[in-house]
């Protein structure tokens, strides 16, 4: 527990280092992104969605576990972050077939997400979700958290793998 709590904690450090880095640095040492770069906007969709109301680590571990379904899938990060929206309520990521505008208010909180998306897309954060590919709200219990091995709790949602 004490390991666990001391990554979260350096993990927690190196964001809010990040972002005193990201107002104060000249924007040429920055990360960057092209402005019609889909999947960025893919996955900063699924932390903002999904997780804009968790900490900073819980908003880091939503994006690692699509960035980790990308690399076990081979699909981009928009077939991953939308698969199943067709039909509602039968998506992978809730926000994205529950009815709702994607599009998202907040500014403060979509500029963290994209941030986010860039450090998690371009693999300069560590896995904070334990190489989850799956996670749920701890207000649910779905059945097929079972067949599964949980790898971390952070905020307010529960990491799994596959065994």
């Known amino acids: 527990m004490y390991l666990r709590t001391l990554g979260i904690l350096t993990a927690a450090f190196l964001s809010i280092l990040f972002v005193v880095m990201a107002h104060f640095m000249p924007s040429a040492t920055m990360l960057t992104a092209s402005a019609d770069d889909q999947d960025l906007k893919c996955l900063a969709q699924a932390v903002y969605f999904e997780a804009r109301g968790e900490p900073f ?3 880091i ?13 081979k699909k981009s990060y928009c077939d ?18 529950d009815g709702k505008s994607d599009k ?3 500014k403060i ?3 963290r997400a994209l941030d986010i ?8 954060l560590r896995d904070l979700s334990g190489d989850a590919t799956f996670y749920h709200a701890i207000s649910v219990h ?3 958290s079972k067949a599964m091995e949980q790898t971390a709790e952070i905020g307010h ?5 596959q065994m």
């Open 61 to 73: 571990a939503v994006a690692q576990v699509v960035h980790n379904r990308v690399e076990a899938r």
């Open 104 to 106: 998202p208010i907040n």
């Open 117 to 124: 998306a860039k450090l998690v897309k371009s693999g300069y």
């Open 80 to 97: 991953i972050v939308f698969e199943g929206s067709q039909r509602r309520n039968a998506c992978q990521f809730s926000f994205a077939c």
């Open 157 to 161: 949602h529960v990491f799994y793998r």
């Open 109 to 111: 909180a979509w500029k």
């Open 142 to 144: 779905p059945r097929w």
């Open 57 to 59: 680590s819980g908003q």
